[in-house]
């Protein structure tokens, strides 16, 4: 079914923006160039800026993105925009696990380690019975 549903977006994205499937296919390709690439960098950015304030700028830029990609008018504008928001996203695991292993100490790793993956796998697993999964997918 998810198959599917990217298979629409593409053809759609082709028919608004008049690209070709190569081009539509850069919206997800830079995104996930942008998520990969940040991720070795977030830990010497965490120490140099500072964790919260990482974090937050992370959302703000996962967030800025995603605004940014509903008003994109051409698809050059929605592939720079989706980099912005693998930019941002790419952060958000690493500073988030950091997060929740400084908060719960190194005698309560093992805990901490497992409830993300558990937490978003339930989150995820809620939205797409609630529905058709249309607005929790990438």
Do not use: N
Not at 67 to 87: K, M, N, P
Not at 107 to 124: D, K, S, Y
């Amino acid at each position: 079914v998810a198959w599917k549903r990217g298979q629409f977006r593409e053809k759609a994205f082709q028919e608004e923006f008049d690209a070709t499937a190569a081009q539509v296919a850069w919206t997800m390709t830079g995104y996930t160039l942008a998520l990969a690439s940040v991720i070795p960098l977030t830990g010497w950015a965490a120490d140099r800026f500072g964790t919260k304030r990482l974090y937050m700028a992370a959302t703000a830029m996962f967030v800025a993105g995603s605004a940014l990609c509903a008003t994109a008018t051409s698809i050059d504008l929605l592939i720079l925009y989706r980099v912005l928001q693998g930019l941002g996203g790419g952060m958000l695991m690493p500073l988030g696990m950091t997060i929740m292993t400084r908060a719960a100490g190194p005698e309560r790793l093992t805990e901490v380690a497992g409830i993300g993956p558990t937490l978003a796998e339930t989150v995820h697993a809620a939205l797409t019975a609630s529905g058709d999964g249309d607005t929790v997918s990438a």
